[in-house]
């Protein structure tokens, strides 16, 4: 009876041990654009194994991680290649071969064997050209780079090979539609859009009126009079320019 117990609680104790996952997951939010882009996957490590082409067969189709399959959700519309994607959540699937890999955004979000997936869901599938890392990347790892307003690139490395999947959105549109809408209201967001038409290479004398209009709803804030500096610099008026700065300096002392 004794000996049952004792089997017993060393069984509890083996429930109860807590170890490192072989492959952890990893989950990234990108703010993109006016939302975000959301990718959760698994990531194995190489542990002195031979990955493309042995471990991850050349040709087939990959969940593109380890254990749960790899799923990424867009937080507004996105354009991948020529395809617009909708706005939500999709599997991220990739055939590798050694040249080029095939990048897959299905509507399945479970395939984790290739006996699992469908062609017929796939939402967008886009050739990449694969490219060498100088060192040896030793956990599969995705991460978003070169992060720009309308566009950004997910890139995929593990080994000494990496391949990058462009994508891009409207942001211009919305924006320009949020900006004519706004300017109907009482609360006119003034400097937010001097600040996007200055950015963005619009009209400068409009932007120049919005910083005027600013300057008028917030007279002590340096920032917008400094703002309006470079507006005003930007157009070529530079004794209004250097008055503006002035001004700027003396608020902000």
Same mark, same amino acid.
Request: some cysteine; glycine content about 4%.
């Given at each position: 009876?004794?000996?049952?117990?004792?089997?017993?609680?060393?069984?509890?104790?083996?429930?109860?041990?807590?170890?490192?996952?072989?492959?952890?997951?990893?989950?990234?939010?990108?703010?993109?654009?006016?939302?975000?882009?959301?990718?959760?996957?698994?990531?194995?490590?190489?542990?002195?194994?031979?990955?493309?082409?042995?471990?991850?067969?050349?040709?087939?189709?990959?969940?593109?991680?380890?254990?749960?399959?790899?799923?990424?959700?867009?937080?507004?519309?996105?354009?991948?290649?020529?395809?617009?994607?909708?706005?939500?959540?999709?599997?991220?699937?990739?055939?590798?071969?050694?040249?080029?890999?095939?990048?897959?955004?299905?509507?399945?979000?479970?395939?984790?064997?290739?006996?699992?997936?469908?062609?017929?869901?796939?939402?967008?599938?886009?050739?990449?050209?694969?490219?060498?890392?100088?060192?040896?990347?030793?956990?599969?790892?995705?991460?978003?780079?070169?992060?720009?307003?309308?566009?950004?690139?997910?890139?995929?490395?593990?080994?000494?090979?990496?391949?990058?999947?462009?994508?891009?959105?409207?942001?211009?549109?919305? +924006?320009?539609? &949020?900006?004519?809408?706004?300017?109907? !209201?009482?609360? *006119?967001?003034?400097? #937010?859009? /001097?600040?996007?038409?200055?950015?963005?290479?619009?009209?400068?004398?409009?932007?120049?009126?919005?910083?005027?209009?600013?300057?008028?709803?917030?007279?002590?804030?340096?920032? +917008?009079?400094? &703002?309006?500096?470079?507006?005003?610099? !930007?157009?070529? *008026?530079?004794?209004? #320019?250097? /008055?503006?700065?002035?001004?700027?300096?003396?608020?902000?002392?």
């Amino acid at each position: 009876f004794l000996a049952a117990i004792a089997a017993c609680s060393l069984l509890i104790a083996d429930a109860q041990l807590k170890t490192p996952a072989p492959s952890p997951t990893q989950t990234i939010k990108q703010d993109f654009g006016l939302s975000s882009i959301e990718l959760s996957y698994s990531r194995p490590g190489m542990k002195g194994r031979k990955v493309f082409g042995d471990l991850v067969p050349f040709g087939k189709v990959w969940r593109t991680g380890a254990h749960s399959a790899t799923t990424i959700t867009f937080g507004d519309d996105v354009k991948i290649g020529t395809t617009t994607v909708k706005a939500g959540k999709y599997g991220l699937l990739t055939i590798p071969d050694k040249k080029d890999w095939i990048i897959i955004i299905t509507k399945q979000l479970d395939v984790t064997s290739p006996a699992a997936y469908k062609q017929d869901m796939d939402v967008v599938r886009v050739t990449a050209e694969t490219m060498n890392m100088k060192d040896e990347m030793e956990s599969f790892t995705m991460q978003f780079a070169n992060v720009k307003p309308s566009s950004c690139e997910l890139h995929l490395m593990w080994e000494k090979t990496a391949v990058s999947l462009p994508i891009t959105t409207d942001v211009e549109s919305k +924006v320009m539609a &949020q900006i004519d809408q706004l300017m109907n !209201k009482d609360n *006119r967001p003034y400097y #937010a859009a /001097a600040m996007y038409y200055m950015d963005n290479g619009k009209d400068l004398n409009q932007a120049i009126t919005w910083f005027d209009k600013a300057v008028e709803m917030q007279p002590t804030a340096f920032w +917008v009079h400094h &703002q309006r500096a470079n507006c005003l610099a !930007k157009l070529g *008026r530079k004794e209004e #320019a250097v /008055a503006a700065a002035e001004k700027s300096k003396q608020l902000a002392a």
